[in-house]
Nanobody, 118 residues
Framework: VQLVESGGGFVQPGGSLRLNCSASGIDERVYSVSWYRQAPGKEREEREMVARLSNTGSTYYAGSVKGRSTISRDNAKNTSHLQMDDLKPEDTGVYYC??????????WGQGIQVTVSS
């Protein structure tokens, strides 16, 4: 299983970004797709879940992004996305996509930098 993120970059406060995660090598059911953020100065182990979409359609959003972000998944293309609007400096960090598969568990991408600054 390979996950590759794209769509990150530099954006001014109030701007928008759409993060993309492209999955390959998936040959089992997907339980959920998620996005995590590793804040500046934090270790990778301290990354926090930003959003999750389960295979039932239920969603979770961290309080810091709720109302400003939307997680989605395209089953046919094996992609997941995180639309982030009204970005704030505190949204800065390395964003990781994670797919949880029913048999093999969690898989992670390499991460992509998002910087929100004026």
């Amino acid at each position: 299983v390979q996950l590759v993120e794209s769509g990150g970059g530099f954006v001014q406060p109030g701007g928008s970004l759409r993060l993309n995660c492209s999955a390959s090598g998936i040959d089992e059911r997907v339980y959920s797709v998620s996005w995590y953020r590793q804040a500046p100065g934090k270790e990778r182990e301290e990354r926090e879940m930003v959003a999750r979409l389960s295979n039932t359609g239920s969603t979770y959003y961290a309080g810091s992004v709720k109302g400003r972000s939307t997680i989605s998944r395209d089953n046919a293309k094996n992609t997941s996305h995180l639309q982030m609007d009204d970005l704030k400096p505190e949204d800065t960090g390395v964003y990781y996509c994670s797919w949880s598969l029913v048999r093999s568990g969690a898989h992670w991408g390499q991460g992509i930098q998002v910087t929100v600054s004026s």
